[in-house]
């Protein structure tokens, strides 16, 4: 939002990846790479794109790696069979192996392929709640018009998620039609644009947590979820949000986040990239949300959405340590998030993304179907000496606030000081 954490200098001359022992150009590739430009984040020395590499073009593997071989490509250097210019811990190779293994299980059981009436039954559920919401909202009751209100919010709330997991191009399996309804979902649905929130979204599962490279931490002036954050901040923490922010993250920060990625963020994303068609579902979305509410009801729904959608994303991993060193694919995984307790509720309410661990490491699998990989991701942690964490729904709320006013208190005392 604020302070550009992004890499920048480091990457310049750097553009080779390396991908299961070989080494490939990606130069002229960047400009075109339809995932955006996180490539680059591969492109720095010890960096191993191999686990990346399979578990993002699960979807279009042929088709990512034909344009492999057209790339120019060096094989890495190896003595004894071992590679040279590796510079991870905890023998990479090896838990990527491993991890390769278990997703062609995975695949072998079926857990990849969609499920259509699954989808189908929440996409209507989306439409429901908001056309519902919308009936109440127009009644003269006050009571009534304000459930009307929730239901709409919480129908533009389970767009997010059910936009989500279009976007991760897990919906369908088919990438045309995934796309199509990434921008039903949070181009119509919620007013963002699909192609901007991809952009996004994939920095973030490239390397959570990590500083410069995690967007979901370039969150100042309005939010620092870690001291270290704050202190790469500089001048940008000395202000009333930050001081605060464990009193205005769930009602006030959320609103403004979900306003700035509406009115400036998307916008700015779809003139520079000419993405039109997510322009036009956003514009419509506005339309149809202002014209059937009103400017201020439509506001309070983008109120509600907000806190409804940030509050729930912040559970799994703002509270969590961040790193400023590489690591392999699985341990950005483990060790940078975390998984929510399963029951029927917690399920529904976060979308399945309460086993955030295997979304991580699987993002193309059906997200319903990350329970049932639980216990052989935990084995998999164990053998490697990684961290399996499971917290329940309220303790990770407990834990999101106690560490937003920890690092509230910290930037006020770098103020006094």
């Not at 070989?22 to 002229?28: S, T």
């Not at 947590?209 to 979820?225: E, G, I, N, S, W």
């Not at 779809?270 to 036009?280: E, Q, T």
């Not at 059906?366 to 303790?395: C, M, S």
Request: net charge positive.
């Amino acid at each position: 939002m604020g302070a550009d954490l992004s890499p920048s200098s480091e990457f310049e001359g750097k553009h080779e990846i390396l991908i299961n022992s070989h080494y490939y150009d990606v130069i002229n590739w960047i400009p075109r790479h339809p995932g955006g430009n996180i490539i680059k984040f591969y492109t720095k020395q010890g960096e191993d794109a191999s686990a990346a590499f399979d578990q993002f073009h699960g979807r279009c593997l042929n088709a990512a790696e034909k344009v492999l071989k057209h790339l120019p490509s060096r094989e890495v250097a190896k003595k004894n069979g071992t590679v040279q210019d590796k510079t991870f811990s905890r023998n990479e190779a090896n838990i990527n192996q491993e991890l390769s293994t278990l997703k062609s299980t995975f695949e072998a059981e079926g857990l990849f392929i969609p499920c259509y009436s699954r989808v189908f039954a929440r996409l209507l559920e989306c439409a429901i709640l908001i056309i519902f919401g919308f009936y109440l909202a127009s009644s003269t009751p006050q009571f009534v018009k304000l459930v009307g209100l929730f239901t709409t919010a919480l129908g533009a709330g389970r767009c997010g998620w059910f936009g989500h997991e279009a976007g991760h191009r897990s919906l369908t399996g088919n990438l045309k039609i995934d796309k199509v309804l990434h921008q039903l979902s949070s181009s119509l649905g919620m007013g963002i644009s699909s192609s901007w929130w991809n952009s996004q979204h994939n920095r973030h599962h490239a390397m959570p947590q990590r500083l410069k490279y995690d967007v979901d931490l370039a969150t100042l002036p309005l939010l620092a979820f870690n001291k270290k954050v704050v202190k790469m901040g500089g001048s940008n923490v000395n202000n009333f949000f930050i001081r605060n922010q464990a009193k205005l993250f769930l009602f006030v920060d959320s609103f403004l986040v979900v306003l700035h990625w509406q009115f400036f963020l998307c916008p700015r994303y779809v003139l520079k990239k000419r993405a039109f068609s997510d322009a036009f579902f956003m514009s419509l979305h506005h339309f149809i949300f202002i014209g059937v509410l009103g400017p201020i009801n439509s506001f309070v729904v983008t109120f509600l959405t907000g806190a409804y959608l940030l509050g729930t994303f912040s559970l799994n991993h703002t509270h969590l340590d961040v790193t400023e060193e590489g690591k392999s694919w699985v341990e950005y995984c483990l060790e940078h998030t975390v998984n929510i307790t399963s029951t029927p509720l917690t399920d529904w309410w976060m979308g399945y993304l309460n086993f955030q661990i295997e979304h991580h490491l699987f993002p193309q699998m059906p997200q319903y179907n990350n329970h049932l990989i639980r216990d052989r991701v935990a084995a998999l942690a164990k053998k490697y000496d990684l961290p399996y964490r499971t917290l329940g729904f309220w303790e990770a709320w407990g834990k999101v606030f106690r560490n937003l006013e920890d690092v509230g208190k910290h930037a006020a005392n770098m103020v006094e000081e």
